[in-house]
């Protein structure tokens, strides 16, 4: 262990030197169309090939339509927030006026994402106009205002800590990187928003000693990897540096992750792969392969699988979290093929079954899965693409 990670640091210094929920059931009918996957029209083997997922407007289309569904679909709905008296009992649309749908709160920010981020790679989307009214009253200067009044009350400063905050960043990182007038007034009004999240993160994260290791919500790894996305599209180097920093006094020293215990029963994130992840992206290049050597090495045998997520019941909002995993698994591993080609080029299949697993569980079962794992598929079809 000593000498790996003396290699490794050494190994690091000599190139900075170089180069300087619990969910209840709901009323299917009410809530979401129940589009069948041939309705979608959308095969996997036509659409996943060896430079990732090209999806074309018909199918963009249907994707569109999860999210529009529930954005402003207020009931069923999970507020998970501490009450501090009588006072705080309002309805969800109260509460949260811009993130009131799609059962909780992270939800509708990831809808949102999803929407925006449909948008913008399909401006001919046959609700487009609707979709960009429902995000402008969503998203409103007004709706913020509340939403950002609601994280500064006395009892929940931590709320949605730390998985919707890495969520409405995201969000925020797809405005300010769409080049268009309506991004820009979007993102205009998230930014006092997005701007509390960082400084939630930059309070919080030197306050944690020790990384949270789950498949759910709280996984440390998962927001620190989107935190970082954020952090290095709109430039903001010192809340980088500290998510960097983080990341490598959590898990640089971490050996061989006990992959074989996963999935637990309501997984929807990896901790093995998420961790992976966040990782890929503050080491340097070269200095990667030297760490997953010891803490996964056996990503790096061409035989390598791993037995995707099964879901039992879809009426159930934690076992179908294991949808959920396919997608979050399959993004991860897309991302080492894409970036390490000649050593991960294998990965790619094995994403590719994560995928077409749960690709046809999209739609037609119930509200449980429908309200989210559209988002999840999307980032991970997104992951797929190999960079240019």
């Known amino acids: 262990m000593k000498t790996k990670i003396t290699v490794l640091s050494l190994f690091l210094i000599f190139l900075i030197g170089c180069k300087g929920e619990e969910r209840t059931k709901a009323d299917t009918d009410k809530n979401v169309k129940t589009d069948t996957i041939s309705d979608l029209d959308i095969s996997l083997d036509s659409i996943l090939g060896s430079e990732g997922v090209e999806l074309n407007l018909d199918q963009a289309n249907k994707l569109a339509a999860l999210p529009l569904a529930c954005i402003h679909t207020e009931y069923p709905n999970k507020l998970g927030q501490t009450l501090g008296g009588i006072e705080d009992i309002k309805s969800p649309k109260e509460l949260h006026p811009a993130f009131y749908g799609c059962f909780d709160w992270h939800s509708a920010v990831h809808a949102q994402w999803s929407l925006v981020k449909l948008l ?12 960009k009214a429902k995000l402008e009253e969503s998203l409103s200067k007004e709706n913020i205002a509340a939403e950002l009044k609601y994280f500064k009350t006395e009892h929940n400063k931590d709320y949605e800590r730390t998985y919707g905050w890495a969520w409405l960043l995201k969000l925020s990182q797809e405005l300010q990187t769409w080049d ?29 000693i020790y990384p949270i290791r789950v498949g759910e919500h709280t996984n440390t790894a998962f927001a620190l990897s989107f935190a970082y996305d954020y952090a290095e599209a709109v430039k903001d180097t ?18 061989n992750c006990p992959v074989t215990w996963e999935p ?3 997984d929807f994130l990896s901790p093995c792969l998420q961790e992976i992840d966040i990782m890929s992206k503050v080491l340097p290049k070269a200095a990667f392969p030297l760490w997953i050597k010891d803490f996964m090495p056996e990503l790096m045998n061409e035989d390598f699988d791993m037995a995707v997520g099964k879901v039992s019941d879809r009426t159930d909002g934690k076992l179908v979290h294991l949808d959920g995993l396919n997608f979050s698994r399959a993004w991860v591993l897309y991302g080492l093929a894409n970036k390490y080609p000649d050593r991960f080029s294998h ?17 037609g079962d119930s509200y449980e899965g429908g309200h989210w794992l559209g988002s999840f598929a999307l980032y991970a079809l997104q992951e797929s693409k190999q960079q240019k």
């Open 238 to 255: 010192e809340f980088q540096a500290l998510i960097d920093k983080r990341a490598k006094e959590f898990y640089l020293k971490d050996d």
């Open 264 to 266: 637990s029963g309501f």
């Open 120 to 131: 913008k790679q399909f401006p001919k989307l046959e609700k487009a106009e609707e979709i």
């Open 180 to 208: 268009s007038d309506l991004g820009e007034e979007l993102a205009g009004n998230l930014k006092p928003l997005s701007d509390l999240m960082v400084a939630n993160f930059t309070e919080f994260l030197p306050k944690l």
């Open 347 to 363: 990965l790619r299949a094995v994403a590719d079954r994560h995928v077409s697993n749960s690709f046809p569980n999209l739609v």
